[in-house]
């Protein structure tokens, strides 16, 4: 017998019966001797997806961290400067690592637990289709955890995340910038402002700067569809963020 995982040992065959009933519904449906080819949810399987524990906290935090994220570019003086149409390309491409740092410098930790599986009878009954948004995974989570408690190793000053912070919202490569010469400008200034604070306060750690650097790379490995569902789905609902945070960051 091939390996098999202990978790879904116990699995049994739907009742054939059933399946004949419902296959008449849903002609995708599998048949009974194809039902074990079927992925199943198991405690192992890094796919199977999952939602925060306390909900009600963690997103309070999470948004009390996104409001200060969109009023740190709102109060930047170089990002007031840009056009509106650039403002906006970097709102959309730049909020996700922005926050994400924002979570690490708040130390917002998080635990979470697995959501459960709707019945086989349930998902053909309501002819349910996959989602187009990413939902939360094991291992989408295990990778944005990781990415947080990198940075909380590093143990950042308030100077280090915030000239970070400028390298991350000033990206000259995001496509359709009308001034990415200056966007480009600002980069290289916030990376040589970071690598000036970084040797005065660490002279003895020449690697620092690279490491900093090297961590904050992980940011683009965290999805913004992950972000929203497991942070600001349970509160906002079918709202789009990106319109709340347009509001947010274009009103008087």
């Given at each position: 017998?091939e390996?098999?995982?202990?978790?879904?040992s116990?699995?049994?065959?739907?009742?054939?019966?059933?399946?004949?009933?419902l296959?008449?519904?849903?002609?995708?449906c599998?048949?009974?001797?194809?039902y074990?080819?079927?992925?199943?949810?198991?405690?192992?399987?890094?796919r199977?997806?999952?939602?925060l524990?306390?909900?009600?906290?963690?997103?309070?935090?999470a948004?009390a961290?996104?409001?200060?994220?969109?009023?740190?570019?709102?109060?930047?003086?170089?990002?007031?400067?840009?056009?509106?149409?650039?403002?906006?390309?970097?709102?959309?491409?730049?909020?996700?690592?922005l926050?994400?740092?924002?979570?690490?410098?708040?130390?917002?930790?998080?635990?979470?637990?697995?959501?459960?599986?709707?019945?086989m009878?349930k998902?053909?009954?309501?002819?349910q289709?996959?989602m187009e948004?990413?939902?939360?995974?094991?291992?989408?989570?295990s990778k944005?955890?990781?990415?947080?408690?990198?940075?909380?190793?590093?143990?950042?000053?308030?100077?280090?995340?915030?000239?970070?912070?400028?390298?991350?919202i000033f990206?000259?490569?995001?496509?359709?910038?009308?001034?990415?010469?200056?966007?480009?400008?600002?980069?290289?200034?916030a990376?040589?402002?970071?690598?000036?604070?970084?040797r005065?306060?660490?002279?003895?750690?020449?690697?620092?700067?690279?490491?900093?650097?090297l961590?904050?790379?992980?940011?683009?490995?965290?999805?913004?569809?992950?972000?929203?569902?497991?942070?600001?789905?349970?509160?906002?609902?079918?709202?789009d963020?990106?319109?709340l945070?347009?509001?947010?960051?274009f009103c008087?």
């Open positions: 017998m390996n098999q995982c202990q978790c879904c116990s699995d049994r065959l739907l009742n054939p019966i059933l399946f004949n009933i296959s008449q519904l849903d002609k995708s599998p048949s009974p001797n194809d074990h080819s079927i992925p199943r949810r198991c405690k192992c399987d890094p199977r997806t999952v939602r524990k306390r909900p009600s906290e963690i997103c309070k935090e948004s961290v996104l409001v200060k994220t969109v009023y740190f570019m709102k109060n930047l003086p170089a990002f007031k400067q840009l056009p509106p149409d650039d403002q906006f390309i970097l709102l959309k491409n730049c909020w996700a690592p926050f994400l740092l924002g979570l690490a410098q708040e130390h917002v930790d998080f635990e979470v637990e697995d959501v459960p599986a709707d019945s009878l998902k053909i009954l309501l002819r289709e996959e948004t990413e939902q939360p995974t094991v291992a989408g989570v944005l955890k990781s990415c947080l408690k990198k940075f909380w190793s590093l143990d950042l000053s308030p100077k280090e995340y915030a000239y970070l912070k400028g390298t991350t990206n000259p490569d995001i496509p359709d910038l009308k001034a990415s010469l200056f966007i480009e400008g600002l980069q290289q200034e990376q040589q402002a970071l690598s000036e604070v970084v005065l306060l660490h002279p003895t750690q020449q690697e620092r700067f690279a490491c900093i650097l961590t904050a790379s992980m940011l683009q490995g965290i999805t913004t569809s992950l972000i929203v569902e497991l942070l600001f789905r349970p509160v906002i609902g079918q709202a963020l990106l319109e945070l347009v509001d947010m960051l008087r």
